[in-house]
């Protein structure tokens, strides 16, 4: 096998493994790069949604306290799911919820998973956040982050304790069966707060590839350098000699060729040790045939 054939592929072989390598460690930390951001997404989501149920609570609800009438919008709960159901609108995916194992509203009822969630909240009081993936109802694939809803303040107590403290305007949009017999300190539910990775998981896809792509431009720049290189310095030069020495070895022409001596190299100082040789070998063979004259 040719000398350069071997060397391309060694060189293809060393840098097909590099690239794969490069290519998978790129991938790992590019996802783990977009899981951070989303999660972050999440979280500053999920400040804003408690925010707006802060708002609600310190600002809004005052306001009506002595009015014999409920306002909906009053609730802390209710302000801040729907200010969330705007946002999906324009931002599918996106989505707050906050979900109880007895809610005022039957749709705030806990699904299986969340239910698990907010055991797993009761158990474990010093538990403040859970984060992980799952797939939508709509089929895309969510990072959450959920956090307990625990009744840290006695202002809760108000709507949610018992039916006869509770605003006549809530009963009579509610019902007494649902949302009381709430406790202070007691962990009640869990806010989620779910943001789309698809998007996130397409950056990471596409900036691996494009530093892939970039890593085989720069090797096949430099393969290309190399082959020149070694065709101009080593194979071209080596195929003189070899071509020389057997011409010298059969005979075939006057021994005179002379091989260049400009290089300072290896193959420069090989070209002037051939060319000595020649002189000698012509020196002798002159000795030889005046000799037999
Ligand atoms: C003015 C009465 C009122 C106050 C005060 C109030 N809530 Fe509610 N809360 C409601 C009503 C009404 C709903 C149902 C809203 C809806 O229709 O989505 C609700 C819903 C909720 C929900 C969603 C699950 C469900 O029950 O539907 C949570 C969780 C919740 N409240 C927690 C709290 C906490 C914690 C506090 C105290 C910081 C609080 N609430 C204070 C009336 C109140």
Not at 79 to 89: M, S
Not at 137 to 150: D, H, K, M, N
Not at 213 to 225: E, N, S
Request: overall charge negative; glycine content about 6%; charged content about 20%.
């Amino acid at each position: 096998m040719k000398l350069q054939n071997r060397l391309a592929i060694v060189i293809l072989v060393i840098f097909f493994g590099g690239w794969l390598i490069a290519g998978a460690s790129a991938f790992i930390l590019e996802k783990q790069d977009a899981r951070a951001n989303v999660a972050n997404t999440a979280r500053i989501l999920l400040s804003t949604a408690i925010s707006a149920r802060n708002y609600t609570t310190e600002r809004i609800e005052p306001l009506s306290i002595n009015d014999d009438g409920f306002v909906r919008e009053t609730v802390p709960s209710f302000a801040a799911q729907e200010l969330f159901d705007r946002l999906n609108e324009d931002y599918p995916g996106y989505s707050y919820s906050e979900r109880a194992l007895n809610p005022t509203n039957p749709k705030d009822l806990a699904e299986a998973w969340q239910v698990e969630l907010i055991q797993y909240f009761i158990q474990n009081p010093d538990a403040n956040e859970v984060v992980d993936e799952r797939v939508n109802r709509g089929g895309q694939s969510t990072l959450f982050v959920a956090e307990p809803i625990r009744v840290n303040s006695t202002s809760c107590l108000e709507c949610h304790s018992t039916p006869d403290v509770a605003p006549p305007g809530l009963i009579k949009t509610y019902g007494r069966s649902n949302g009381f017999g709430w406790e202070l300190n007691e962990t009640i539910g869990t806010r989620i707060i779910s943001v789309p990775t698809e998007i996130q998981d397409q950056q990471a896809i596409s900036s691996v590839f494009s530093y892939l792509v970039l890593i085989a431009g720069v090797f096949l720049l430099a393969y290309a350098a190399l082959s020149i290189i070694v065709r101009k310095w080593l194979t071209i030069p080596l195929g003189k000699i070899t071509q020389l020495v057997e011409e010298i070895s059969l005979r075939e022409t006057e021994i005179e060729s002379q091989l260049p001596e400009d290089r300072t190299d290896a193959i420069g100082r090989l070209n002037r040790s051939i060319n000595r040789l020649i002189t000698t070998l012509n020196k002798a063979l002159l000795n030889k045939e005046e000799n037999i004259r």
